[in-house]
């Protein structure tokens, strides 16, 4: 939970980091098991559809089949 929060943290100081699309992604990762699954696939797919074309993109659609 500490995770998620200083995730969180981070993605709203710095938007536009060079580190937003895996910081999504282990934003996602971290929230999933405590049952916010919505949320987490929300954040998937703004990385599929923000990094387009990207590993993060791939890693990101990996994760949503995974939690399907």
């Known amino acids: 939970q500490q995770a998620a929060i200083?995730?969180?943290t981070l993605l709203d100081k710095?938007?536009?980091s060079k580190l937003t699309a895996q910081s999504r992604i282990l934003y996602?990762?971290?929230i999933w098991p405590l049952e916010k699954?919505?949320?987490a696939v929300t954040y998937l797919?703004?990385?599929v559809q923000d990094f387009?074309?990207?590993d993060f993109a791939?890693?990101?659609k990996k994760l949503?089949?995974?939690y399907k």
């Open 6 to 8: 200083n995730i969180a």
């Open 14 to 16: 710095y938007p536009d």
């Open 28 to 30: 996602a990762k971290s």
């Open 37 to 39: 699954k919505e949320e």
């Open 45 to 47: 797919k703004s990385v």
């Open 52 to 54: 387009k074309n990207t």
């Open 58 to 60: 791939k890693e990101a």
């Open 64 to 66: 949503l089949e995974t």
